[in-house]
């Protein structure tokens, strides 16, 4: 059957078709609203998905839980009475455990902060008695209404788990497998990343480095970065939102000057301060003993502790966080750093808060001093037990230029080239392979992290300072009759043979080496987030 061509009567024959009931002659004469006789689109009829889709709703899942909500605040509860019906009922399709409260919660004002003077306690429970769910309504129908009041967020993921059993509860885990019928019929959600293919949303990663390799200093950076969408190299932040950082090794006055070094040497506007004000929250522990795992008294294994829980709760008591830093790892357990199965359980102890609060969770931590002379380095250079590393989704790995490293880049300075450090990707669960290339950043006067422009050939160095050099006198040239956008000036270069044109992130990258390179010689400046202007 095709949507398209719905008609009434092939609506009433698709209720039958989806009803549970033997006794389906009742159908025949519904009566349906008369706006369901609109013919203009599919897309106009609540019900025209019960025509061509499985209806079968999707699982009982946190994610699913706060997708239904997000919809639920799009649609006033004070429509008119028979879209009020309709959404209700729809919530109620769901067959969840919640599904009342939710239906109950947007009929009250309580999904969407909103007065609802209309709302009558016995209408609702008289609506509730009178749902029948062989009548046609799904969860589709709160779908359509979400899109008819501006909707346009994600949809229900369909593959979480099977739909739970009535009581809601599972005997084991083995009762619940991952919904294949539903995998193979509907392609996978993209992937969501904090930035955009290097670190997931949502789960725990691992950055490591041996002392002085500005492991805290990193951790400040993308604090910073995910509240105000930018990093000083080339990364691109995906998902915004709030920050927290919990620095056990720090005090109130440490924290004081990092916090404030950081931000005045990265140029932040006022506006970028206040967000920062705003939405970063830090832990300084230095003095204090606070542990989110401690040793089994029966089998010595780590169990999470009553601290764990009360940071569970704050976390979602706050709400729209996206980015959690524990520096360092090893402060916050009682395990044996050289114990497999604790770091094990401290890595994942760091994924499950991830999971269960949709915040990327970065655990610091030291790695072996062999790391530091390695020239291709490779994953698990955690110091003391590797398995931390199994645990987590993926592993970064930060350390200083060797000297054989400056030499080939003509670094010969040796303040110089200890500013100098290499960032790289070692682990990670659907990265490409451009997230395994190093790159390099430098330090500043007040520790903060810039990209650099270090090259190791002579060649490819006088090649990359003409590139550079081109295509600032390019955006000279757009400066005359605009303010030109980043877009406008990568086109430009594009078109002038600077940067390559076959794909688009080849591009992009191409061309934010440049951008960082001039930023850093204080060539260019940005009045407007997307706007570069050369500096007179």
Request: glycine residues 6%; contains cysteine.
């Amino acid at each position: 059957m095709s949507a398209s061509t719905y008609t009434p009567e092939r609506m009433r024959e698709a209720l039958k078709l989806h009803s549970n009931s033997n006794d389906c002659n009742d159908l025949d004469g519904i009566t349906l609203p008369a706006f369901l006789d609109d013919q203009k689109s599919p897309c106009t009829n609540p019900f025209a998905a019960a025509l061509d889709y499985d209806q079968t709703p999707p699982p009982e899942a946190p994610k699913n839980i706060e997708i239904t909500k997000e919809m639920l605040k799009s649609i006033s509860p004070e429509c008119v009475r028979h879209v009020w019906r309709q959404v209700v009922w729809s919530v109620l399709a769901l067959g969840w455990n919640c599904s009342e409260r939710l239906a109950h919660d947007w009929s009250t004002g309580v999904i969407g902060r909103r007065d609802c003077d209309k709302f009558n306690e016995s209408d609702f429970n008289d609506l509730v008695r009178d749902f029948d769910p062989t009548k046609g309504i799904s969860y589709r129908t709160l779908v359509h209404h979400a899109k008819e009041f501006g909707y346009v967020g994600t949809e229900f993921n369909l593959c979480l788990s099977v739909h739970p059993p009535a009581d809601g509860k599972f005997s084991s885990p083995w009762d619940n497998p991952a919904a294949l019928k539903q995998m193979l019929r509907h392609p996978p959600e993209p992937f969501t990343w904090l930035i955009n293919e290097r670190i997931p949303l949502g789960r725990g990663i691992l950055l490591t480095g041996i002392g002085s390799s500005s492991k805290t200093r990193m951790l400040y950076h993308l604090a910073i970065g995910s509240i105000v969408g930018e990093l000083p190299w080339e990364w691109e932040i995906d998902s915004t939102g709030k920050s927290i950082l919990i620095v056990t090794e720090d005090t109130i006055n440490d924290v004081h000057h990092t916090l404030h070094n950081t931000c005045k040497a990265l140029n932040l506007s006022d506006k970028q301060i206040d967000k920062i004000c705003k939405h970063l929250i830090i832990y300084p522990l230095a003095g204090q003993d606070i542990k989110l795992l401690a040793t089994s008294a029966v089998d010595k294994s780590l169990v999470k502790t009553t601290n764990f829980q009360s940071l569970l709760e704050k976390i979602t008591d706050i709400a729209d966080v996206v980015f959690i830093g524990i520096d360092p790892a090893l402060s916050i357990t009682t395990g044996d750093e050289l114990d497999q199965g604790h770091q094990r359980a401290l890595g994942k102890m760091a994924d499950d808060l991830a999971v269960q609060t949709g915040a990327t969770v970065c655990l610091v931590s030291h790695a072996t001093k062999a790391s530091q002379h390695t020239d291709e380095l490779s994953s698990h250079n955690s110091r003391g037990g590797g398995a931390i590393t199994d645990a987590v989704r993926a592993e970064f790995v930060v350390r200083t230029m060797t000297p054989q490293e400056g030499h080939k880049s003509g670094i010969t300075d040796t303040e110089e080239r200890k500013r100098h450090l290499q960032l790289v990707a070692t682990k990670g669960n659907h990265l490409p392979p451009s997230a395994f290339v190093p790159i390099w950043l430098r330090r500043g006067e007040y520790g903060e992290l810039h990209s650099s422009d270090v090259v190791f050939d002579e060649a490819q160095q006088k090649a990359t300072n003409l590139r550079v050099q081109r295509a600032y006198e390019i955006l000279t040239k757009l400066c005359k009759s605009s303010q030109p956008k980043l877009i406008e000036w990568r086109q430009a270069c594009i078109d002038n043979g600077l940067i390559p044109s076959d794909t688009k992130d080849s591009g992009e990258q191409a061309m934010n080496r440049i951008k960082s390179q001039l930023k850093v010689a204080a060539k260019i400046s940005s009045p407007e987030r997307g706007v570069w202007i050369v500096v007179e």
